[in-house]
């Protein structure tokens, strides 16, 4: 069974830093070679990508974001990171992790909000 899990949001400053972390389990070997993206979904809005990083390790990255986020990922652990930096009130979504396209189903997400 498939299972993505996201974690470390939270409410920070603008300004501020997170990192998210995105643990994948029951995939077999798809996670190590797939292009893999963070998404986020804001209230009122499609869920939309904001990162993504092939299966060696190059990224790309939405507009919005670039030169606040880096993505990465570590294959012998499954696992995926969106590291965020210069936070901005326009940030506030749920965040979630999935193939690039997306393959698997979505897991519960991770909360971020950017508030002063």
């Known amino acids: 069974q498939v299972q993505l899990v996201e974690s470390g949001g939270g409410l920070v400053q603008p300004g501020g830093s997170l990192r998210l972390s995105c643990v994948a389990s029951?995939?077999?070997?798809?996670?190590?070679?797939?292009?893999m993206g963070w998404y986020r979904q804001a209230p009122g809005k499609q869920r939309e990508l904001v990162a993504a990083?092939?299966?060696?390790?190059?990224?790309n990255y939405a507009d919005s974001v670039k030169g606040r986020f880096t993505i990465s990922r570590d294959n012998a652990k499954n696992t995926m990171y969106l590291q965020m930096n210069s936070l901005k009130p326009e940030d506030t979504a749920v965040y979630y992790c999935?193939?690039?396209?997306?393959?698997?189903?979505w897991g519960q997400g991770t909360q971020v909000t950017v508030s002063s």
């Open positions: 990083i092939t299966s060696g390790g190059s990224p």
């Open positions: 029951g995939t077999g070997s798809i996670f190590r070679i797939a292009t």
């Open positions: 999935n193939r690039r396209p997306v393959y698997f189903d």
